[in-house]
C-alpha cells in the first residue's frame, strides 16, 4: 500500500488521549488535550498513555507529529490491549513488551510478546518527524507511515484479537512530546456517510438546536460535531507553568 492518505474517502474521527489512562509522567494539553508531553522534568523510566477509540472491526488512520526531541532509549506508537502497561520505573520498550501491545519503536524495531523485528531505518534524532498509523481491522492489519511515505504492513492478524485494541504511545525520554491529528474512520454505513454530510453544512451544535429535528436523530447527529477548539500551538509551549493541562 503506497497510498500516504489511505482513508481519504472516510470522514473525521472523534477521539483523543484519554485522561484516565496515561502514566502519572504523562501530562496533556492543547486542543482537545491531543499533545502528549512526557516526562515534563527528567525521566526516570517509561511512561505512555492510551487512545479512547475502541479499534476493533473498522479501518482507522492518525497521524502523530513528534517534536524535534527524538532520542533516548525508546519512543513508541501502536496499539495495545487495556493490560498494556502504561508506565514502567526503568528505560523499556513498554509497547510490546508482553502479548497486549503491538508497537514500533524511534530506532527502527517492530515490538510484539517481548520479541523484536527490523522493520525501518532508525529515525534520525532532534529532527521533528510525522507517523501515519493505518488500523484495518477488517483485514487483521497495521501499516506505519513516515512522512507521508508508506512503511509497509507491520503486523497482521490483529482481526483475531476479541479483547478491545486502543491507540497507545510511550517514550523514555524527557520533555518529548507527541501530537495526535487527523484522525479519519471508514464509514460504517450509508446512515453514517449520510450523516457526514449533513455535519459538513452545520458549524456547531448551537446551530443544530435551531433544526426542528426528532429528539433521536439530533443526538445521532450531534455526536458527529467537533466543538469549535483552539488552534494547535507550536510545541513546549504552557508546559512548564502547567497551563490547560492535565
Same mark, same amino acid.
Given at each position: 500500500?503506497?497510498?500516504?492518505?489511505?482513508?481519504?474517502?472516510?470522514?473525521?474521527?472523534?477521539?483523543?488521549?484519554?485522561?484516565?489512562?496515561?502514566?502519572?509522567?504523562?501530562?496533556?494539553?492543547?486542543?482537545?488535550?491531543?499533545?502528549?508531553?512526557?516526562?515534563?522534568?527528567?525521566?526516570?523510566?517509561?511512561?505512555?498513555?492510551?487512545?479512547?477509540?475502541?479499534?476493533?472491526?473498522?479501518?482507522?488512520?492518525?497521524?502523530?507529529?513528534?517534536?524535534?526531541?527524538?532520542?533516548?532509549?525508546?519512543?513508541?506508537?501502536?496499539?495495545?490491549?487495556?493490560?498494556?502497561?502504561?508506565?514502567?520505573?526503568?528505560?523499556?520498550?513498554?509497547?510490546?513488551?508482553?502479548?497486549?501491545?503491538?508497537? +514500533?519503536?524511534? /530506532?527502527?524495531? &517492530?515490538?510484539?510478546?517481548?520479541?523484536? !523485528?527490523?522493520?525501518?531505518? *532508525? @529515525?534520525?534524532?532532534?529532527?521533528?518527524?510525522?507517523?501515519?498509523?493505518?488500523?484495518?481491522?477488517?483485514?487483521?492489519?497495521?501499516?506505519?507511515?513516515?512522512?507521508?511515505?508508506?512503511?509497509?504492513?507491520?503486523?497482521?492478524?490483529?482481526?483475531?484479537?476479541?479483547?478491545?485494541?486502543?491507540?497507545?504511545?510511550?517514550?523514555?525520554?524527557?520533555?518529548?512530546?507527541?501530537?495526535?491529528?487527523?484522525?479519519?474512520?471508514?464509514?460504517?454505513?450509508?446512515?453514517?456517510?449520510?450523516?457526514?454530510?449533513?455535519?459538513?453544512?452545520?458549524?456547531?451544535?448551537?446551530?443544530?438546536?435551531?433544526?426542528? +429535528?426528532?429528539? /433521536?436523530?439530533? &443526538?445521532?447527529?450531534?455526536?458527529?460535531? !467537533?466543538?469549535?477548539?483552539? *488552534? @494547535?500551538?507550536?510545541?513546549?509551549?504552557?508546559?512548564?507553568?502547567?497551563?490547560?493541562?492535565?
Amino acid at each position: 500500500m503506497s497510498d500516504t492518505n489511505p482513508l481519504r474517502n472516510g470522514c473525521d474521527d472523534l477521539w483523543t488521549w484519554d485522561r484516565r489512562e496515561r502514566s502519572p509522567e504523562v501530562r496533556l494539553y492543547g486542543s482537545n488535550f491531543r499533545i502528549a508531553h512526557f516526562h515534563p522534568n527528567w525521566s526516570s523510566g517509561t511512561a505512555g498513555v492510551r487512545g479512547t477509540r475502541v479499534l476493533n472491526n473498522g479501518r482507522y488512520f492518525w497521524e502523530l507529529h513528534l517534536s524535534r526531541r527524538i532520542f533516548g532509549t525508546s519512543m513508541m506508537f501502536g496499539i495495545g490491549t487495556k493490560k498494556a502497561r502504561l508506565h514502567a520505573d526503568s528505560f523499556t520498550n513498554l509497547l510490546g513488551k508482553d502479548d497486549q501491545g503491538w508497537g +514500533l519503536s524511534h /530506532k527502527g524495531l &517492530l515490538w510484539h510478546g517481548g520479541r523484536w !523485528v527490523h522493520y525501518t531505518k *532508525p @529515525f534520525r534524532e532532534n529532527v521533528a518527524t510525522k507517523i501515519g498509523i493505518l488500523f484495518d481491522g477488517i483485514a487483521g492489519t497495521l501499516t506505519y507511515y513516515k512522512d507521508e511515505k508508506c512503511l509497509g504492513v507491520a503486523f497482521w492478524g490483529l482481526n483475531e484479537i476479541k479483547e478491545p485494541l486502543y491507540p497507545i504511545i510511550c517514550s523514555t525520554a524527557a520533555k518529548t512530546e507527541m501530537f495526535l491529528d487527523s484522525m479519519k474512520r471508514d464509514f460504517v454505513n450509508l446512515q453514517d456517510r449520510c450523516r457526514a454530510v449533513i455535519v459538513k453544512r452545520i458549524k456547531d451544535k448551537q446551530d443544530l438546536e435551531q433544526l426542528f +429535528l426528532p429528539p /433521536k436523530i439530533r &443526538l445521532y447527529l450531534s455526536e458527529a460535531i !467537533v466543538d469549535t477548539v483552539e *488552534p @494547535f500551538k507550536p510545541v513546549n509551549q504552557n508546559v512548564s507553568n502547567n497551563i490547560g493541562t492535565v
